[in-house]
Nanobody, 110 residues
């Protein structure tokens, strides 16, 4: 199983980004998938999670701003991030079945 994350970049506070994670080598729709992030000097934390039935949950810090979704036909999970804050700056990783993508960097300037 391989995961490839993309979509990170530099954005001003208040802006938006959409991250994508393509899953290769797995029957994607059969597994839960999640986005994590790790800021410099911090531990990796769960940002959002989506189950096989489409149920979602979010870290309190991103509720109402971030949305996780999945496209089974494309084997892809998305993370729509709106109203970004400088504290959202981190490397974002997708994960499923214990496998991890390579991470994509999100930098939010104030």
């Amino acid at each position: 199983v391989q995961l490839q994350a993309s979509g990170g970049g530099l954005v001003q506070a208040g802006g938006s980004l959409r991250l994508s994670c393509v899953v290769y080598g797995s029957t994607f729709s059969s597994y839960h998938t999640a986005w994590y992030r790790q800021a410099p000097g911090q531990q990796r934390e769960l940002v959002a999670h989506i189950t096989t039935t489409g149920n979602t949950n979010y870290a309190d810090s991103v509720k109402g701003r971030f949305t996780i979704s999945r496209d089974g036909a494309r084997n892809t999970v998305y993370l729509q991030m709106n109203s970004l804050k400088p504290e959202d700056t981190a490397v974002y990783y997708c994960s499923t079945l214990g496998y991890w993508g390579q991470g994509t960097v999100v930098t939010v300037s104030s």
